[in-house]
């Protein structure tokens, strides 16, 4: 087992290396002639199948049509000849000729000119029945068209005997009529009294073109057997007769069955048939006919040899058009990765031109394009090296400015922790508070750096700041906080809110008159964090705010009023992009609304 895996996934390996050596060239090839051309002759040998089977069924169909219509011609005679035969049970005049004891032969004979109902059955069921006769034991008639004596001979005849045995059930039997000359269809049986008395056998002739005619003048070989073992009429006399009577005894009784494929003559032959049971009777017939396949499909033979000659000169035609497109697409193929190539080592210098209109010429422009995006690319990648270079350098510029103005931290550090232990001697705790913020507050300037910070301890700076300022405004400006809870640990730059608020402070809150709201939001929009800083300040007119808003995106100059703002902005674009950083919007004497904009997903 483990060997046959092995060879397995070696096949496997070599046939995968097979594909991908397969040049485009064949691999079209090869496409053309699996897809197209195997496709093209299986359809057509499907749909040659599916003509002959069609013919088949078709030829089923209409054997099955044919014998059906035979079938309810014969069942219409057949049901006329029992009628006539039930209307004569119980006829009391047939009951008088055969009991009476006849002393002469003019009593006879008047009985029967007066008996007329035969003749009349036979004037008015002249195209069913061919005769009607009353055989009776009654030795005192005479033998007459309509009325015999039946003799010993008559007596030890089968059919005689099965009628007298089937007692009172019709017979049906092909014999020889004297009426008729020949064999012919007749139906017998035992006609009684209404006491149960026989009287004797009725005999009903059927007219022989009722079953002749059908059967002769179909063209496929034909035949009318009676109960399965004699047959009665054929429209063929090389019929093998015993060889069709036992493929019919092995036909089932299943009506929805009317039709099987068999072997006659040791050819495959279609076989349909259907049965016709007469009423009260125990007797059957079985219309036959046996088609050969080979004459059904003679009719196609020629035209599927011609169509045959058709795909194989349209599958000729298919590979030469195939080989001819393959050679042509595969060589402007090879140009394109030619071009290609030298555009991806460096050189841009390539073809104008493919030629003709199709996807490869698209394809062809769409590296000219692409070309031509890739230096304007480049060049612009250039000039947005040297911006940051610039905002970079600007940036650490206005940082040294920035540090250049403070004092000595750890002066300062020690002057702060020395006025706060002298408040915590002398019981001052708010001033010991206002230093111990405000300490916090210097450290973090002072030691801000590129390293991330949560929200949560940005927010806290932020309430360092507006602690100290509610001890220098008292309650005339209210501030309110509000963080979503998922966002508190999302890492941010350090000191991107305080010089917002601070700003809110200087600018906007410390010159209004009345009381002053501060309302600081951080919240989540379609995976942007925004930070929100809105005060109900004085504002900004709006000159002075379109000279704010280009100071702000000038990386050459910062305004030295709000190098805040132009701070937190620049840092934010150069991290994280130019469709992030602040936006302003203001009403003069109603308010500012300053938003901070960063992705979401930035770690």
């Keep these: 087992m483990g060997g046959r895996m092995k060879y397995l996934k070696k096949w496997h390996y070599e046939l995968c290396q097979l594909h991908r050596n397969i040049k485009l060239k064949e691999r079209l090839l090869i496409v053309y002639t699996v897809c197209g051309i195997i496709p093209l002759v299986a359809v057509s040998v499907y749909f040659s199948n599916g003509t002959n089977n069609t013919l088949i069924n078709q030829s089923e169909q209409s054997e099955f049509v044919e014998l059906s219509l035979i079938q309810d011609a014969l069942n219409e005679n057949i049901r006329v000849v029992t009628d006539v035969s039930k209307k004569l049970y119980f006829d009391e005049e047939i009951e008088h000729i055969a009991f009476y004891n006849y002393n002469s032969y003019k009593e ?21 029945i061919s005769s009607i006769t009353m055989y009776l034991t009654n030795k005192t008639i005479a033998n007459s068209g309509s009325f015999v004596y039946a003799d010993q001979n008559i007596r030890n005849s089968k059919w005689y005997n099965d009628t007298i045995s089937a007692d009172g059930k019709p017979i049906w039997s092909y014999t020889y009529s ?32 009722r079953t002749e005619l059908p059967i002769s003048n179909r063209t496929n070989k034909t035949a009318m057997l009676l109960n ?25 009784e299943d009506e929805n069955e009317s039709y099987k494929k068999v072997t006659y003559n040791d050819e495959t032959c279609i076989l349909t048939y259907e049965r016709i049971h007469p009423t009260y009777s125990d007797s059957y017939f079985t219309i036959v006919s046996i088609r050969p396949y080979s004459e059904i499909l003679a009719a196609t033979d020629r035209s599927k040899r011609t169509g045959f000659m058709f795909i194989i000169i349209c599958v000729s035609l298919s590979l030469i058009l195939i080989i001819t497109f393959s050679h042509k697409f595969s060589h402007r193929v090879n140009i394109l990765k030619r071009e290609m190539h030298k555009a991806a080592n460096g050189d841009f210098h390539i073809e104008t031109v493919l030629g003709q209109n199709d996807e490869i010429s698209e394809l062809y422009e769409d590296l000219h394009k ?7 690319l480049m060049s612009k990648i250039v000039e947005e090296q040297v911006q940051k270079e610039k905002i970079y350098s600007r940036q650490k510029d206005v940082e040294f400015k920035m540090l250049a103005s403070q004092i000595n931290p750890h002066f300062l550090y020690n002057t702060l922790e020395t006025i706060r232990m002298k408040a915590r001697v002398n019981n001052q705790s708010d001033i010991e508070e206002l230093v111990k913020m405000l300490a916090k507050i210097m450290r973090r300037n002072i030691q801000v750096g590129d390293r991330f910070v949560s929200i949560k301890s940005e927010i806290e700076l932020v309430e360092y700041y507006l602690k100290i300022q509610h001890y220098r405004f008292g309650d005339r400006i209210q501030y309110e906080i509000e963080v979503e809870k998922e966002l508190e640990n999302r890492p941010i730059l350090p000191l991107l809110i305080q010089p917002i608020v601070e700003n809110a402070f200087v600018h906007g809150l410390e010159s209004k008159e009345g009381p002053g709201i501060l309302k600081i939001a951080v919240k989540e929009e379609n995976k942007v964090i925004k930070i929100i800083v809105e005060d109900n300040g004085i504002g900004i007119k709006d000159t002075y705010l379109e000279e704010l808003l280009a100071s702000m995106n000038d990386l050459d100059e910062l305004d030295k009023s709000h190098i805040g703002l132009s701070n937190v902005n620049q840092r934010i674009k150069l991290l994280y992009g130019m469709e992030y950083g602040v936006t302003i919007e203001t009403v003069e004497n109603q308010g500012t609304t300053v938003v901070i904009a960063i992705p979401i997903e930035a770690d």
């Design 178 to 209: 004297n009426v008729t000359m020949k064999n012919s269809l007749r139906l017998t049986r035992v006609i009684k009294t209404a006491e149960g008395k026989t009287v004797g056998v009725l005999s009903i002739v059927m007219q022989n073109k």
């Design 108 to 128: 006879l004979l008047t009985d029967y000119r007066n008996y007329t109902r035969f003749s009349e059955y036979l004037t008015d069921y002249h195209q069913e």
């Design 370 to 376: 692409m070309i031509d995006s890739i230096q304007v």
């Design 228 to 252: 399965d073992e004699e047959v009665i009429h054929t429209n063929d006399d090389e019929i093998d007769v015993k060889e069709l009577i036992k493929l019919v005894q092995s036909m089932p």
